[in-house]
């Protein structure tokens, strides 16, 4: 356990290594934070499963997970069972925000002064880099610009934690969450592309259509005009794939990059001539003002 829920605020924490995750009860609508409890033996002293909101499904995996039933674990999941048993599983705490390397964490509590509002726990091996409360007050007061920026990252990240701990509705390990995360960002990210590259159809095609009666216009092709527009919009969607077309407008977007880089070298050089005209300017009006500054001596002098 990095730290649990009512703990005092002290430090937070960088992640260099390993997997660390907030854990909590699983409830059917929506998890609930937790300190984790201590394991006894003795089971009238423990809550009963429907005391603790747990029915159906998960009560029976809570059940099979219960230091009870190691033995039958044992000859079913030898090496699931080393992990389960460490843990215990009397806390019935299971991970629903997960942390790897180059992450953060512990930072709201410590820039809003309040006790740890939830419980974090070291799902794999790690380690962690650990700054004070101390230093970080020094850090915004060297760089008050930055202070109001970190609170508000820190506000969207316990707004992000609140909306994943209430996706919580079920009990599984860190590997299970991490896979079903993994998976849901993929297709997240493939509807993403996918929409974007109807939307560039949508505008591209139109465009290529007038390009293409163009030059059917140009060569005289009378019969492939007229073929070409009856496909019309439709006809073009449908020749290439989504993966060719997104191809096609990368390469596009790499020629207008590099036009756009060449334009810039242009301005650069204009600028350096620009410099130069004006250093020529400013030498011939300070020549002219020493002529002057002459000719008025020399009328004075006679």
């Known amino acids: 356990i990095a730290f649990q829920m009512h703990d005092f605020a002290f430090h937070l924490t960088l992640v260099l290594s390993g997997t660390f995750a907030y854990v ?15 394991p006894t033996n003795d089971d009238e002293d423990q809550p009963s499963l429907s005391q603790r909101g747990i029915s159906g499904k998960m009560s029976k995996f809570v ?36 942390f790897g390397p180059n992450t953060y964490f512990g930072d709201f509590e410590c820039l809003h002064g309040s006790l740890r509002r939830a419980t974090m726990r070291c799902e794999s091996g790690g380690s962690t880099l650990v700054l004070k409360k101390r230093d970080l007050s020094e850090l915004i007061e060297e760089f008050p610009q930055f202070g109001d920026v970190w609170v508000a990252a820190a506000q969207g990240r316990e707004s992000s934690r609140k909306r994943a701990l209430s996706r919580l509705r079920r009990p599984h390990n860190y590997h299970a969450f991490a896979a079903v995360a993994i998976q849901k960002a993929y297709r997240a990210w493939k509807n993403r592309v996918l929409e974007a590259t109807s939307q560039l159809l949508d505008v591209v095609c139109p465009i290529l259509s007038e390009h293409v009666k163009l030059v059917d216009k140009s060569i005289g092709s009378k019969s492939s005009g007229s073929r070409l527009s009856h496909r019309g919009h439709g006809g073009l969607r449908s020749m290439a794939t989504p993966e060719q077309s997104l191809s096609l407008f990368t390469g596009e977007i790499n020629k207008m990059r590099g036009n756009l880089g060449n334009l810039q070298a ?37």
């Open 24 to 38: 909590g009860h699983p409830l059917p609508g929506g998890g609930i934070d937790a300190m984790p409890s201590a």
């Open 266 to 302: 242009e301005m650069q050089q204009q600028a350096a001539d620009f410099i130069e005209v004006r250093e020529a300017l400013d030498a011939l009006l300070q020549k002219q003002q020493q002529q002057r500054q002459g000719i008025g001596r020399g009328v004075c002098a006679f």
């Open 63 to 98: 059940k099979s997970m219960s230091p009870h039933s190691h033995s039958t674990l044992d000859r079913q999941v030898p090496s699931t069972t080393a992990a389960v048993s460490s843990q215990q599983f009397s806390t019935l705490l299971f991970p629903y925000k997960l």
